[in-house]
């Protein structure tokens, strides 16, 4: 993520945040995101010196007038007069991130050797919620090449109790003598 994108983001945030409109603005910044996704020529468009400002501006009040908070809308617009329409997806990026900052929330994945049940991922989320003092956004992903256990990644930490990891731990000590 780029700090223009990081600087930009983060402002909407601000603006959000200060006006009580963070959740309408952060849906409105993730269908904008979805349409780009859908629709990359939409996306060129925005983007494209050869269209003068004046029209890509009337191209985005048409589209987003009544559909987006006047904020979301007038990003766009910044976003585009700047030259910026590429760094959108980032400033999403990074207005999530402090969304998540700001409530104590971080993103965990969580990969196992075979599906887990309900019960375990609930106990899971709650274990970790318990061990970090943050609420979880558990993403959980079967790998069966960890032939058993499980390994946990979150913002910088890993945790590596499958049955893979000790056995190659296994090897290079075994290895070493």
């Known amino acids: ?12 945030y601000d603006l959000a945040s200060e006006s009580g409109l963070v959740l309408p603005v952060m849906s409105d ?17 925005l983007s494209s010196p050869v269209i003068g400002k004046e029209e890509r501006f009337g191209i985005i009040n048409e589209a ?23 760094e959108f997806s980032d400033c999403v990026k990074a207005y999530r991130k402090r969304y998540k900052e700001d409530r104590g929330i ?45 390994r946990v990644d979150t913002d910088g930490m890993s945790y590596e109790a499958s049955l893979s990891y000790h056995l190659d731990e296994l090897r290079k000590l075994l290895s070493g003598m």
């Not at 910044?29 to 468009?45: N, T």
């Not at 987003?64 to 904020?71: E, Q, R």
């Open 29 to 45: 910044l993730q269908l904008i995101e979805s349409c780009f996704d859908a629709e990359p020529e939409y996306y060129r468009l």
């Open 1 to 12: 993520m780029s700090r223009r994108a990081e600087v930009y983001g983060n402002s909407l």
């Open 106 to 150: 971080i993103d965990v994945r969580i990969t196992s050797a075979k599906p887990l049940s309900e019960e375990n991922k609930e106990r899971l989320k709650s274990a970790i919620e318990s061990k970090t003092g943050k609420s979880v956004l558990p993403v959980f992903i079967v790998d069966e090449s960890l032939i058993g256990g499980l």
């Open 64 to 86: 987003w007038k009544g559909a987006v908070h006047p904020y979301t809308r007038n990003f766009l617009a910044l976003l585009c007069d700047e030259g910026l329409v590429r």
